[in-house]
């Protein structure tokens, strides 16, 4: 009998509910709620699922993040599953594959054929330089308060991407889950703000439709974006370059199969693992404490002014061309590709259903991608790194 009840002990130390701490059901019952946001409303789903899933399984079973280790008789015990995921994040690869799995996906034509885009994308950055002063005030260091800024952006492999090359891998977790869950919520967060600056007559304003664009001016913007960002901020060639690559592939025409390999299988295969190894950062020890909570208002903050400070630059363009422009594009500038500019889209046929902004937004919106990685390349020369 003391054998079995022996043997009934040990198992029991070795379940969830025995090892788990209160702080680990916290996070369970968030990742929950991640889910249901995913599944029952279809917020991101290709993040937001596996995001969620890897917060989950962290958080019942920690040690699938364990790092590997040598242990006292000189044996090796490999690390866990998701840590060697999380390495690729650390190391950059995965968040420069996502921004060629996004180059080939994504159509340039609209901001070439409207180059004044460039503007609105830059105005929407604006968040990340408030962000980022606001997160010094808080205390965080000039390293940490860069790589959360870039939360503003919109833009979760850049977030990544930046905390990795500043050193920031202790606050990599918190930034990445609020950088992609921003991106989610761009339906919930985006259209108060764009209403609150805006009247419903310039809400309302419909835009010319866009020139075409020729094939041979898809196929230069790439390599000519490529050359002057990484001339002049070398440090965004591994985002920028991977971008426009995937671009490239997309517009030449000759490399179809790598374009459909870029757009689709690779570009899945990464978000499993980028989206799985994110979430499984967020164990209870690493996320619940008051950086997080600090993290996740500068955050929002970021986000809420990146979206105003499109639509306060597009009403200065709407009046500087005597209505030709509609503000509301301006939002599309935080560069959550491509739902931002659907939101655009979505407010503006509020207005007007007969009003179609969607491709205008678009102009911004991929600006959007450029600009976030320039704030990042400009942070890394700032650092010296």
Known sequence: MSYIGNTLLNLWHQTGFYTLKPGNYVMIIVALVFLYLAIAHDFEPLLLVPIAFGMLLVNIYPDCMSAPYTDVMGIEHAGGLFYYFYQLDEWSILPS?????????TDFGPLIANPISFILGAAAQLGIYVAYFLAILMGFNGKAAAAISIIGGADGPTSIFLAGKLGQTDLMGPIAVAAYSYMSLVPIIQPPIMKMFTSEEQRKIKMEQLRPVSKLEKIL???????????????TAPLVGMLMLGNLFRECGVVKQLTETASNALMYIVVILLGTSVGASTSAEAFLNVSTLKIVVLGLMAFAFGTAGGVWLGQLMSKATHGRINPLIGSAGVSAVPMAARVSQKV??????????????????????????????????????
Not at 97 to 105: D, E, H, P, Q, S
Not at 221 to 235: A, E, R, S, Y
Not at 364 to 383: D, K, L, R, S
């Open 97 to 105: 594959l996502i921004f060629m799995g996004v180059g080939a996906m």
């Open 221 to 235: 913007f790439p390599i000519i974006i490529t050359i002057v960002v990484c001339m002049i901020l070398p440090t």
């Open 348 to 385: 503006g046929a509020e207005a007007d259903p007969t009003n179609f902004l969607l491709m205008h937004a678009m102009g911004p919106n991929v600006a959007g991608v450029i600009g976030t990685a320039v704030a990042a390349g400009t942070f890394m020369a700032i650092y010296g790194v």
